[in-house]
């Protein structure tokens, strides 16, 4: 009886204690799940990290980094692009067991355990990879609540994503001292080179860094960041890692650094402009080799002339309407408006928009390059511009004056076609005037009294050279490519022609063979006062523009586009990446219809307001006084209708075209 009353007795204690199991089984297993779903591992956060903005070159070379909205520098890598000695230092020295635990390593957290317990203190932690990338994520106090919760995530981490994702997000955003976090960043700033070059003494070294990046940051702590590289170097022998004799070797090593900045000095006024444009970054057209080239011989050039001179040069490619080169000006560095980009800067073009009004007369079949135009002292409404040498030639052929810069015929063209036709078909073309060039700067216009800006004068020659296709500039590959065709194939070429260096050979070449001289067209431009010197043309291939002056606007006789200026553009075609010595044929002729006539001082003609002169009305309307080239007695009508004598002095004109 007894002995049936100790085995009931029994089987009720073990049946209690089964129930307590399960039951704490039970509320484990619960405790656990709302654990987890508690703390989801943030994926979402992972992949929306702020990163450093970083500027390639067309061929995949960085042109400039800059810190992330978070103030870090942030350069996340693939594991390709790191040297396999960091993933296995950093195993060894941070997570033995990375390969096999599930996210949390419980052999590590038994023994941490044991060793706080009889230490009385946290002497060893038991954090894996995992946990710390879930730690870099969402930084918290460390506190037992915390730890749980991150091993929750850990495991999530280890689920969610693979071995070597995990790795590589941990090395992307582990801290290495500083502001500095990732490997990428670390190895520039420590030993100027990417994380893939790095040598096993290097990876061993950086491996070592997050364990106390304050504290063991080679360039402030090296004693204290040597010992611990060895130690990271031993635990990868005693993994198996390495060979003794490897270790050895690398321990023997001296710390060697090659401190870099992470910012970049390359093509500083281009970077500038293209991160306004696109703050996140990404690959541009701009050719860094040629870059360096541009910027050699526009400090050549800037150097033989007088104090104070600088330059900004343009080059794009006209194919794809990609930027390929940028000089903003020859010292960046300098005090005194070296971070100005003179290519963007508001600037007199000079006579460089000449080629456009020719192409306007020639497009309406005006003119060809045999059509007689008179280079003669004229008056246009008190009006009496002059040529730059200041003499004239009397009558010469459309080509001539063209070649020639001369500024009556110019005037004379424009005034025929209209000074708002002409000045319509460059913006077509791709100039960008700061102000309405009709209605600030009359016929005038066409000698520069309006500014524009080098980098768009430079694109509406690319469209001259494209065959009249104008096409947005490009800053990045990705850009998406905007066109529209706005002159005549015909027109093109014959500019191409009249302009080139083999009929009009540049000073830079004289003493050179006709075949031996790069083939391009080219105008030169000069601004009142000698304030700018110009020189913009393209070869079929690039489009390059030059600058000369200085920033403050103040003259020198040396300033003139042919002197100062179109040398550096002729060195820069002569480039082997942009030479090109083959001549393209010449265009179709087309039949002249209605011929620019000659001007006859005996005809009476209209002096003010100008043909083709656009007016901005202010108020209720636009008053007008009416002149011609003639004294006396005249007879005035408008739209038409026949004007008094009191109108014919000054009328007012409403919005509208009027004749």
């Known amino acids: 009886m007894n002995l049936v009353c100790r085995i009931g007795r029994l089987l009720s204690r073990r049946r209690r204690a089964l129930g307590l199991l399960v039951a704490i089984s039970a509320g484990f297993g619960a405790g656990a799940k709302?654990?987890?779903?508690?703390?989801?591992?943030?994926?979402?956060?992972?992949?929306?990290?702020?990163?450093?903005?970083?500027?390639?070159?067309?061929?995949?070379?960085?042109?400039?980094?800059?810190?992330?909205?978070d103030e870090q520098w942030r350069i996340p890598i693939s594991s390709q692009d790191m040297s396999p000695w960091l993933a296995q230092a950093t195993v060894a020295v941070e997570d033995e067991r990375f390969e096999s635990h599930p996210g949390v390593d419980l052999l590590a957290v038994?023994?941490?355990?044991?060793?706080?317990?009889?230490?009385?203190?946290?002497?060893?932690?038991?954090?894996?990879?995992?946990?710390q990338l879930c730690r870099m994520l969402d930084p918290r106090p460390r506190t037992l609540w915390v730890k749980l919760s991150e091993s929750a995530r850990?495991?999530?981490?280890?689920?969610?994503?693979?071995?070597?994702?995990?790795?590589?997000a941990y090395l992307n955003l582990a801290p290495y001292g500083g502001n500095l976090q990732g490997v990428e960043a670390a190895s520039i700033r420590y030993f100027g080179k990417p994380a893939a070059?790095?040598?096993?003494?290097?990876?061993?070294?950086?491996?070592?860094?997050?364990?106390s990046p304050s504290r063991l940051r080679p360039d402030r702590f090296p004693k204290a960041a040597k010992k611990r590289r060895d130690k990271v170097l031993l635990r990868m022998l005693a993994e198996g890692m390495i060979e003794y004799g490897t270790a050895l070797d690398a321990m023997a090593e001296p710390i060697r650094l090659e401190p870099s900045g992470l910012s970049g000095s390359s093509a500083r006024h281009f970077v500038i402009d293209a991160l306004g444009l696109r703050p996140s970054g990404g690959r541009t057209f701009l050719n860094l080799s040629l870059q360096h080239e541009v910027e050699r011989l526009a400090k050549e050039q800037v150097d033989g002339l007088p104090f104070g001179t600088d330059a900004a040069v343009v080059v794009i490619d006209i194919e794809t309407g990609g930027l390929v080169a940028m000089v903003g000006g020859t010292d960046f560095r300098d005090p005194s408006g070296g971070?100005?980009?003179?290519?963007?800067?508001?600037?007199?073009?000079g006579s460089t928009l000449k080629t456009f009004v020719y192409a306007t007369a020639a497009t309406e079949r005006r003119l060809d390059e045999n059509t007689i135009l008179l280079d003669q002292a004229e008056s246009f409404a008190g009006w009496i511009p002059a040529n730059f040498e200041g003499t004239f030639s009397g009558e010469v052929t459309a080509g001539d004056a063209l070649r020639s810069s001369l500024n009556l015929p110019a005037i004379q063209v424009c005034r025929e076609v209209g000074a708002a036709k002409s000045a319509g078909?460059?913006?077509?073309c791709g100039v960008r005037f700061r102000w309405d060039p009709v209605g600030q700067g009359g016929l005038a216009f066409v000698l520069g009294t309006v500014e524009t800006n080098l980098i768009d004068l430079t694109n509406a020659y690319a469209t001259l050279g494209r065959k009249g296709v104008r096409r947005t500039l490009r800053y990045f590959i990705d850009d998406p490519i905007r066109e529209a065709s706005v002159l005549d194939v015909r027109v093109c070429k014959w500019l191409d022609g009249e302009l080139s260096s083999r009929r009009l050979p540049s000073l830079a070449f004289r003493n050179l063979s006709e075949e031996s001289i790069p083939w391009f067209m080219r105008k030169t431009g000069t601004s009142s006062g000698r304030r700018d010197a110009l020189v913009i043309g393209h070869n079929g291939r690039f489009a390059v523009g030059v600058w000369v002056g200085r920033?403050?606007?103040?003259?020198?006789?040396?300033?003139?586009?042919?002197?100062?200026?179109?040398?550096?553009?002729?060195?820069?075609?002569?480039l082997a990446h942009i030479r090109r010595m083959d001549a393209p044929r010449d265009p179709l002729p087309w039949v002249v219809e209605k011929?620019?006539?000659?001007p006859r001082k005996d005809r009476l003609s209209i002096e003010r307001p100008e043909s083709g002169s656009v007016f901005r009305r202010v108020g209720v309307g636009f008053e007008i006084r009416p002149k011609a080239n003639r004294t006396g007695e005249l007879f005035w009508f408008l739209d038409g209708r026949a004007l008094d004598s009191e109108e014919s002095r000054r009328t007012m004109v409403g919005s509208g075209h009027h004749e």
């Not at 071995?163 to 590589?168: A, C, G, P, S």
């Not at 078909?425 to 077509?428: F, N, Q, R």
């Not at 011929?595 to 000659?598: A, C, D, K, N």
């Open 425 to 428: 078909i460059a913006e077509a």
């Open 34 to 69: 709302w654990m987890l779903n508690s703390n989801p591992f943030p994926l979402e956060k992972l992949r929306a990290l702020p990163q450093s903005a970083v500027l390639y070159d067309h061929a995949g070379r960085v042109l400039s980094r800059s810190l992330s909205i």
């Open 595 to 598: 011929r620019i006539p000659l």
């Open 110 to 131: 038994g023994r941490a355990s044991l060793q706080n317990v009889f230490a009385g203190r946290v002497v060893s932690g038991a954090s894996t990879l995992d946990m």
């Open 339 to 349: 971070q100005v980009n003179a290519a963007k800067a508001w600037r007199s073009p």
């Open 551 to 574: 920033l403050s606007g103040m003259g020198d006789q040396a300033y003139v586009g042919s002197r100062s200026a179109e040398p550096l553009l002729a060195r820069i075609f002569d």
């Open 197 to 211: 070059e790095l040598t096993l003494p290097e990876s061993a070294l950086l491996a070592g860094i997050p364990q």
């Open 154 to 168: 850990a495991w999530q981490a280890d689920h969610s994503l693979s071995k070597d994702e995990v790795l590589r």
